[in-house]
């Protein structure tokens, strides 16, 4: 009897909520003897990620659990009520939240130490859990007021966090632009639940079901535009992205992690559960934006994330990249909705948000890797590490598995989502006759152009910071990260392989998933002999099994070894020195560089990067032998430059005319009175 | 999914590639009235590396050493998907085109990985222009691949391979034809041909592929010199099965395998054929006048795609 | 039963008992726990309210809905919370010699007398009594405003008496035309000015009266409670203020004023049809918006001026969501005066629009 | 009987249009005394019209108000005003903001408005013609007054104008008058309101060493 109680979900749901409340206070009480509070909280953190995890997990697994209303705090009035709902696409963020949870403490434990002398750890470990609590709540909220209030509250300490190490300037700019830019989404959101409550007349979300048929058409698309704007600026899209490649890299590894890994997946649960469930049957054109939008931030993203040396932001805008691979699973699914073809919109739903939940994973596990990184290099420049396999061996084979990930290659989890995705743009092509149909091939080429680029970004990234020589003394002295850090990673890493190796496992979980929001279980199609290989919808669709190709793999390893057996059994092996032209010895300073790497992607794409190079040379006497040569390259940000900058100019010189209205004297402001009690007076005759 | 099949696959991949290989340098040498090396030279090279010893650079980790089994086994795997003899490809169940297409990335990441770990400027200089080009030759491969797939309905290329290889002569439709043109420039891109890269140089500014394996000796040069050859094999037979796939064997009769097989060859060695004569009348391109020609391959890709409606 | 008077009387004998004390330790005490007692009665009368609809006192003299429940609890947290920081604060002024031990005994003296009118405001049932509570908080505050007897707060203080009081005096003849409307239509002697009774008689009042009556209480009470056009006073007495009285000032006695404004408002809709009233509240929403005057002073020095000036800005959205609760409120209470429910829902929707 | 009504009417009338003229005579008028002093006149008007209601009415409370006007508007206010005045002493008022026939023309115009706004209104009134109107045009022209003029002790006065007319229509329009508890509180809230602006006036007299409002613009936005 005790076993199914506690297997519950709801049961492990309250235990998990708990685990995080108990870790922020535990944080806060112990805050002066920072070992303690550091231990406490994270392992709180932990242990509520887990049974998060599984409640989720249960819940899913149990796949025909009715929706489970439970009562957090009672009704102040009859409009707030703070009630949790435990559906299938909660369950599902649910579980992504408590899986990188619970990697991202076990790492903590370790990454905090590095704080010790310099800030609070008890106070980290508090907000660290608070903003877990957040985007649990979020993820089960189940009114719009409670949603909103969660959702606030998860900016706020997001805020916080990202601005712990507050005394350089640089973060406290990317803390300030990440909160106004966050703002500005939860103003789009306010307004879309006000769209939504003015025709449903309560704020439950159950009431919100499928509202969009009764609303006019005009009102249906304000509400879509605001979501999209609102969960598109914390989901990081392009046109909103600014804030998210400033503020990831200034926050603490374990954070930018978490922003990375779960709360960029907020805008996604959001965008999910109000274009499918909320807004009824999508006109064409939502599809399409959002699938336009999902292409041009793949593509930007990687492009400039090519062009970045400093290792956290590369992986900043590496989010940009996969958000915007999931949101072309999410358009093409409206796309097949608004056709009615409900077994490829269910396919695309499930590619994009298995790609959610392998994104989560994998770039929590890089931004480990990073944070593994910086702890002891202390510095967040490409350019000045290198040689790290050597002294940090297991940190560097987790990033490796993080890089072959995120590079969409097989055997791993980033490949089979593309394969998902990549079945049902083909699948896509023969939907309608319009030349709309066109969209689905362009965007598989894309979303190829962006898996061969993430490639080249990711050679780059392990390349310099891990192989060849070291480029700087503290590259030199680098020492390998703490075991709880490598136990975290480790936990991540297992999940990608996993995901990547087991899909067909994951996907029945997505049934009550694709059940609730489009009406159609398909995992059962998805998976063909005996549940080990992976297929598309179509009766003739492809099959791919990551699980196949690696046993192959292994049964082929002996091959190497049988033709050295036959025939170079007496050969040596000796180390030598790398080939240098006949030069002394060959110095890190001659080694390749981040810039130089992206040298030939920066001259192909020279019209969107339009780069810019300074090159001032200190001489003596004559300018051939120059005493310093200083070496400047900038990309220019367009979006930065183009939009964001000249709006703000445009601000402030309307505010300064506006200034002039207060004028200080007495008599200004008699006769502004004046002036408006006569007005009032003609009008109300 | 037959297990001999397997191995009679892996085995013509394993003694043909170094045969195409060493067929073009033959021919290229002869257009260029040289003598050249003799055709199975490749197999002589591939031997003599086996047993040759190995130096390791000091600076090099255990990427180093790992990068020439996984281009090695990773080319064998992508063969193994491709139908060379049968249509039915051994491991078509495990992957189809897009497999294939990863696979041979997968390689593409580790021999980059590779050039860069020893730390000298060659080797960086080769990975990251490997890098970049093909990431813009990719884009092209995936449509022309798209194209093939939408008329035969499904990425599995042995479904492909039975659709063109119907009764209708499939082979001049404009789509077909285009989507062929455009995975031809994506062949010289990816196996390193010369108005790409000059596979025959060590001089630092021409060669890309050349200089990842700058650092590699013994055992492991044989398995990169494998692995490419055999990836240029998978990468021609994927372009020869799948746009001509006249005497394919459709039943695993031994009659029907022979008349296959010699097919098979037959073919390969004419685009060998098609590959020296583009060689020997082209010169290098100039590295970033590679995107132009790779965009050009991306447009006959995208007309392919629109031809397969607008003229059907 | 005796709930809304002891409400009144508690912080007005804390004034009162602070005119005697000498330490600033007791005063602030004293603030505290009258305050306190303000919050207890506050909750108890809120749950009283949400269980059987508005109560009044001492014949009809004090009356409480659910609207002036929530107000009371609004101000006594506020006003909590200032004397509680009020204690801290001026112990550092105090030491730093910037303000003399009569002016701080004037602070807490008058903090009281300042809450026990606001309390009055939102209790009075007649609108007569209430007008002259928000004058006695107007008037009570001024001085508060001129603590600091540097040039500026002694500005600011002369510009909010002059600007409050002409407000109110339009405030009053507003006050007075409705009370005319109310006597034009009933014969007997003395008809009673309550608000309560108002309501119920409120279709038949002359619409031309009330129109006039809610222009000037709009203009009136609009420049108490900072609505745009005549919200030039309100920064610089927010920031010339101390800062508990400044937290008092912005917090709650605006939103007082906005309580009255709301009175003639919900009179008005009751009387006339929403729409004239409604585009007036309007017009005051996009005076406020279109003034985006938060905006004028990102770049203004003083923080507090700052954080007043955006009190339009959030006022625009304050009335916007002061008036989603108090249409929940005025929901539960019309309907409690058995308006018809097509009326209630049409009012509903009428407020929403803006 | 109905005489005395008729005449109470007419009486009303004509003091109200009295406290229109002094109200007039204020705009033009410089010195600040004889301001101080044709205040007092109009409350005494006022506190006249008062005592004519209540006559013909027999309401006990607005002799109430009658009295209360003449000896806080009429006696106690114009002294206290006075003694500060001197106590000050500056006697002239400088150039107002419009020189006086402009603000002649806005006074007339002022009165118009007046009319238009109180038109409908007129069947209210029980005694005295269009005493409303007056009214309205006391508060407007008051509020000129207020932005017109410089110093503070007239800003002052011109409030308590404002107030004037407002006690008017109060007392015009109603047929009792206001409730008695009404009626207090407005008069000391009005009292208390000057007692408060005479103490300011004092003390920027101190810190600023004039009287002139103008100066006071160190609150820029």
């Known amino acids: 009897m005790p076993s199914d109680i506690i297997l519950q979900p709801a049961t492990l749901l309250t235990l998990s909520l708990c685990g995080y409340v108990g870790g922020a206070v535990a944080g806060l009480l112990f805050a002066r003897h920072a070992k303690l509070a550091n231990l406490l909280s994270f392992s709180a953190a932990a242990l509520s990620g887990v049974s998060g ?131 500005i989404g939860t103003g789009c959101l306010i307004l879309g639940f006000l769209l939504l409550f003015q025709t449903s007349g309560s704020y439950g979300f159950d009431t919100f079901h499928s509202i969009g048929g009764q609303m006019s058409a005009s009102r249906r698309n304000a509400a879509f535009l605001l979501f999209l704007v609102g969960f598109g600026t914390k989901a990081g899209i392009v046109p909103l992205h600014i804030w998210l490649p400033a503020a990831h890299p200034v926050a603490p590894s374990n954070v930018s992690a978490l922003m990375s890994g779960v709360l960029i997946k907020t805008g996604i649960y959001g965008m999910t559960r109000t274009f499918f469930e909320f807004l009824g049957t999508p ?70 948000l298995y790609h959610t939940i392998n994104h989560a994973a994998f770039k929590a596990l890089l931004f480990l890797g990073a944070g593994a990184v ?92 891990f192989l060849a020589q070291p480029r700087s003394h503290h590259a030199r002295q680098a020492h390998e990260a703490a075991p709880t850090m490598l136990i975290g990673q480790a936990i991540l890493t297992a999940a990608c392989v996993f995901l990547g190796l087991f899909p067909t496992v994951f996907l029945k979980l997505f049934d009550p998933l694709t059940e609730q929001l489009i009406g159609q279980q398909i995992s059962s199609q998805l998976t063909v002999v005996n549940g080990l290989v992976l297929s598309g919808i179509a009766p003739n669709g492809g099959t791919v099994s990551t699980l196949g190709i690696s046993l192959i793999a292994l049964c082929l390893v002996p091959l190497p070894l049988v033709l050295w057996l036959l025939f170079a059994r007496g050969s040596k092996t000796r180390i030598g020195a790398t080939w240098d032209c006949g030069l002394k010895s060959l110095t890190p300073q001659m080694e390749y560089t981040a810039t130089g790497f992206s040298k030939p992607i920066r001259m192909i794409f020279k019209t969107l990067f339009r780069p810019r190079r300074e090159v001032q040379r200190e001489y003596d006497f004559s300018p051939h032998f120059a005493r310093t040569i200083r070496f400047e390259a900038h990309v220019e940000e367009i979006f930065e430059t183009r939009i964001y900058r000249p709006m703000r100019i445009g601000i402030l010189r309307l505010s300064r005319r506006i200034r002039a209205l207060q004028a200080g004297s007495i008599q200004a402001y008699l006769i502004y009175i004046f002036v408006t009690l006569l007005l009032l007076l003609l009008f109300a005759l | 999914m037959s297990l001999p099949g397997i191995l009679l696959q892996t085995l013509l991949l394993l003694l043909l590639a170094p045969l195409v290989s060493g067929c073009i340098k033959n021919w290229k040498a002869k257009l260029q009235n040289r003598r050249g090396p003799r055709v199975w030279q490749p197999y002589f090279d591939i031997l003599k590396f086996l047993r040759k010893d190995m130096i390791i650079s000091e600076h090099a980790s255990r990427v180093f050493s790992f990068a020439p089994h996984v281009v090695f086994l990773t080319s064998l795997l992508a063969g193994l998907m491709v139908p060379m003899v049968t249509t039915q490809a051994p491991l078509s169940l495990f992957g189809g085109m897009l497999a294939v297409i990863g ?25 990251s222009r490997e890098m970049s080009l093909s990431a813009i030759a990719e884009p092209a491969l995936v449509l022309a691949i798209f194209t093939v797939a939408i008329t035969a309905g499904s990425t599995d290329l042995s479904r492909v391979v039975a659709a063109t290889h119907g009764p209708t002569l499939k082979l001049l439709n404009p789509a077909h034809l285009m989507a062929f043109a455009a995975l031809f420039i994506v062949l010289l891109a990816e196996t390193g041909r010369i108005p790409v890269d000059n596979p025959a140089t060590h001089l630092e500014l021409t060669m890309i592929h050349e200089a990842m394996l700058l650092e590699y000796s013994g055992r492991h040069l044989a398995f990169m010199e494998w692995g490419a050859s055999i990836k240029q094999l998978v990468l021609m037979t994927l372009l020869v099965n799948v746009f001509f796939p006249i005497g394919i064997a459709t039943d695993s009769s031994l009659a029907a395998l022979a008349v296959s097989l010699s097919a098979y060859v037959l073919k390969l060695l004419l685009l060998s054929a098609i590959i020296v004569l583009v060689e020997t009348t082209n010169a290098k391109l100039r590295l970033f006048r590679v995107p132009d020609l790779l965009s050009a391959a991306f447009v006959l890709a995208t007309l392919a795609l629109l031809s397969t409606f607008l003229f059907q | 039963m005796k709930l809304l008077v002891p409400i009144l009387i508690a912080p007005a004998t804390a004034g009162l008992a602070c005119l005697l004390v000498r330490s600033r330790r007791v005063m602030a005490a ?92 939102v209790l ?20 508060l405003v001129a603590i600091y007897n540097r040039k500026t707060s002694l500005e600011a203080a002369w510009k909010y008496v002059i600007l409050g009081s002409l407000g109110l005096g339009l405030a009053l003849l507003g006050t007075v035309y409705v009370y005319a409307a109310a006597c034009k239509n009933q014969s007997e002697r003395l008809p009673s000015f309550n608000w ?56 709650v006695s605006l939103k007082v004023a906005l309580y009255a404004l709301l009175r003639f408002h919900i009179l008005a809709t009751a009387c006339l049809d929403s729409a004239f009233s409604r585009s007036l509240l309007l017009y005051r929403l996009w005076a406020v918006l279109y003034v985006p005057r938060s905006a004028v002073h990102f770049g203004a020095a003083q923080p507090q001026t700052d954080a ?47 | 009987m109905t005489a005395p009504v008729e005449l109470g009417s007419q009486l009303i009338t004509l003091m109200a249009a009295l406290m229109l003229v002094v109200q007039l005579f204020m705009v033009v008028q410089q010195m600040l005394l004889t301001n101080i002093r044709l205040f007092a006149i109009q409350s005494l008007f006022l506190a006249g019209i008062a005592t004519v209601i209540g006559y013909a009415h027999h309401a006990t409370h607005v002799y109430v108000l009658a009295v209360l006007t003449l000896l806080g508007k009429v006696l106690l206010l114009p002294r206290l005003l006075t003694r500060l005045v001197r106590r000050i002493n500056i006697i002239q008022e400088i150039e107002p903001l419009l020189n006086a026939p402009t603000s002649m023309l806005l006074c007339g115009g002022l009165t118009l408005l007046g009319y238009l706004v109180a038109r409908p209104f007129t069947s209210l009134e029980r005694l005295g013609n269009n005493t409303l109107a007056i009214a309205m045009t006391l508060v407007l022209t008051g509020f000129f007054l207020m932005f017109n003029r410089r110093k503070a002790i007239t800003q002052v006065l011109a409030l308590l104008t404002v107030e004037n007319g407002v006690m008017l229509a109060a007392v015009a329009l109603t047929t009792y008058g206001m409730p008695l508890v009404v009626e207090l509180g407005i008069f000391f809230d009005v009292m208390v309101a000057v007692m408060i602006s005479g103490i300011l006036v004092y003390r920027i007299r101190e810190s600023f060493a004039s009287m002139d409002t103008s100066k006071l613009t160190q609150l820029k936005g």
């Open chain 3, 308 to 354: 007043c000036l955006f009190k339009p800005r959030t006022r625009g959205s304050d009335l916007h969501r002061h008036c989603d609760e108090h249409i929940r409120h005025h929901l539960r209470r019309v309907v409690a005066h058995g308006l018809s429910c097509t009326d209630e829902a049409s009012f509903v929707h009428g407020c929403r629009k803006y």
């Open chain 3, 196 to 251: 309560s009774h108002l309501m119920t008689v409120a279709d038949q009042l002359d619409p031309g009266l009330i129109k006039l009556a809610f222009v000037l209480a709009l203009v009136g009470y609009g420049t108490k409670a900072g609505l745009a056009p005549m919200h030039s006073w309100l920064p610089d007495a927010h920031s010339e203020a101390p800062s508990p009285t400044s937290a008092m000032l912005s917090g």
């Open chain 1, 53 to 183: 995890l599984f409640a989720a997990l249960v819940f899913l697994a149990s796949a025909a659990a009715p929706l489970r209303q439970i009562e957090l705090v009672p009704p102040l009035n009859p409009f707030v009520q703070f009630t949790a709902r435990l559906d299938a696409l909660g369950a599902f963020f649910l579980a992504i939240v408590s899986l990188i949870g619970f990697g991202l403490s076990v790492y903590s434990l370790g990454y905090a130490k590095g704080f010790l002398g310099r800030k609070n750890i008890g106070v980290l470990g508090a907000f660290f859990n608070m903003l877990l609590l957040a985007t649990t709540l979020v993820f089960l909220a189940d009114n719009a007021f409670f949603f909103l209030i969660t959702w606030e509250i998860m900016a706020l300490t997001a805020y916080c966090l990202v601005s712990f190490e507050h005394e350089r300037d640089e973060t406290r700019k990317a803390g300030v632009l990440y909160f106004v830019m966050s703002h």
């Open chain 3, 30 to 121: 004293l603030g505290i726990c009258a305050f306190l007692t303000t919050l207890a009665m506050g909750v108890r009368l809120l749950r009283e309210v949400l269980a059987h609809g508005a109560i009044s006192e001492c014949y009809e003299f004090f009356h409480a809905d659910a609207l002036s429940a929530w107000m009371v609890l609004l101000i006594s947290t506020v006003s909590l919370g200032t004397s509680l920081y009020a204690g801290r604060y001026f112990q550092r002024d105090l030491a730093a010699k910037i303000i003399t031990p009569g002016r701080m005994r004037e602070f807490f003296v008058l903090t009281p007398f300042f809450a026990a009118g606001m309390f009055l405001v």
């Open chain 2, 103 to 127: 696979l041979l990335a997968l390689g593409r990441f580790f021999l980059a990985l590779g050039g860069l770990d020893p730390g000298s400027a060659f080797g960086g200089m080769g990975s």
């Open chain 3, 124 to 143: 009075s049932n007649s609108l007569g009594v209430m007008w002259a509570a928000v004058e006695a908080t107007a008037l009570s505050s001024v001085l």
């Open chain 1, 374 to 465: 910086l702890h002891t290099t202390h510095t967040r420049n490409m350019e000045e590490m290198g040689g790290l396999a050597k002294r940090m061996p297991t940190t560097s084979f987790f990033f490796l598995i993080g890089a072959v990930a995120i590079s969409a290659l097989p055997p791993l989890n980033g490949f089979v989502s593309e394969w998902l995705t990549y079945q049902s743009l083909l699948q896509g092509f023969g939907t309608t006759e319009s030349l709309i149909r066109l969209m689905f091939p362009l965007g598989g080429a894309m979303l190829a152009l962006t898996s061969a680029l993430a490639a080249a970004c990711f050679v780059k990234a392990f390349g310099i910071t």
């Open chain 1, 283 to 352: 006109p064409n054109w939502w599809g399409v934006t959002v699938l336009t939008i999902g292409t041009i931030s793949a593509v930007l993203g990687v492009l400039y994330a090519l062009m970045e040396h400093d290792l956290k932001r590369l992986l900043a805008y590496h989010s940009i990249e996969n958000i915007g691979i999931i949101l072309m699973g999410l358009g093409a699914a409206l796309m097949f909705l608004h056709t009615g073809h409900g077994l490829l919109a269910s396919l695309a739903l499930i590619a994009g």
